[in-house]
């Protein structure tokens, strides 16, 4: 199987609009319709064709999972009934990936990205994180939780090296606050990115929630560093698998008058 076959989606788009733009030349327009172009023909066919150019680029990239990190904070948020109506994630890319996704993007030659610059790539990530349920899954127990579509408040911001994805997660259906049953997970069920939570304020409530409540981390199941297993097996893996759940940390939301 090629190595690439498990490669979520948005990244095989980045990756081809920047393989477009930077390697062959063309506009920045350009190579996004060219990659969309590619981009609705089979993942596995594209695969093969990425696979060599990856390895013989950048070789370290491929030898293991995880290939992406990404920083998580996010704050759940209330409604003026003191009810959850969904979280704000904040998602802060690693240098190596951040300093590729935004390669040629700076337009106006003013050596930083603006806003508008980035608005076409933040888009093409929420696009293409639909697929994998924008890697925020609730926890089994609570039939009831459900996330629908981003808000359209979403947006990328680059600081200092890395990007980070800004974007609202809403619940179908507002939870009580005062009688909080929310547990939910962010993490990739194949490994292929790595979700870890910030050291300093990692989950916080917004100001309208009950006082009684509070965000805790539970431990994962496993830590990655206690399963050794081959990049073949990784390349088998999809989002049915499921295998990254074990090393994922739930954020609780719990209350002291439930």
């Not at 370290?60 to 990404?70: D, L």
């Not at 802060?92 to 990936?97: M, N």
């Not at 560093?225 to 893996?237: D, H, I, K, N």
Request: with cysteine.
């Amino acid at each position: 199987m090629p190595m690439l076959a498990t490669v979520p989606d948005y990244l095989i788009f980045l990756f081809l609009r920047r393989f477009w733009s930077t390697t062959l030349r063309a506009p920045q327009e350009l190579a996004g319709t060219i990659a969309r172009g590619y981009f609705v023909m089979s993942r596995r066919w594209i695969a093969g064709i990425l696979a060599p150019i990856v390895i013989t680029a950048w070789p370290s990239v491929v030898q293991s999972h995880p290939h992406v990190w990404v920083t998580v904070q996010s704050e759940i948020l209330y409604d003026a009934q003191k009810r959850i109506t969904g979280i704000r994630h904040h998602w802060t890319f690693d240098e190596f990936f951040s300093a590729f996704a935004t390669q040629g993007l700076d337009q106006n030659g003013n050596g930083k990205l603006d806003p508008a610059e980035l608005a076409p790539l933040a888009d093409e990530n929420i696009s293409s994180l639909h697929e994998f349920d924008y890697f925020t899954f609730p926890a089994s127990e609570d039939s009831a939780v459900e996330f629908t579509d981003p808000l359209k408040d979403y947006f990328l911001k680059f600081e200092g090296g890395l990007l980070t994805l800004h974007f609202t997660l809403p619940l179908k259906k507002p939870v009580d606050g005062h009688n909080a049953k929310l547990r939910y997970s962010v993490y990739d069920p194949t490994i292929y990115v790595d979700f870890a939570y910030a050291k300093s304020a990692p989950i916080r409530l917004a100001k309208q929630a009950p006082p009684s409540c509070a965000a805790t981390l539970a431990e994962p199941v496993k830590s990655t560093g206690e399963t050794a297993l081959s990049e073949a097996f990784f390349q088998g893996l999809g989002n049915a698998n499921d295998y990254g759940k074990q090393f994922a940390r739930d954020v609780v939301i719990t209350c002291q008058d439930r």
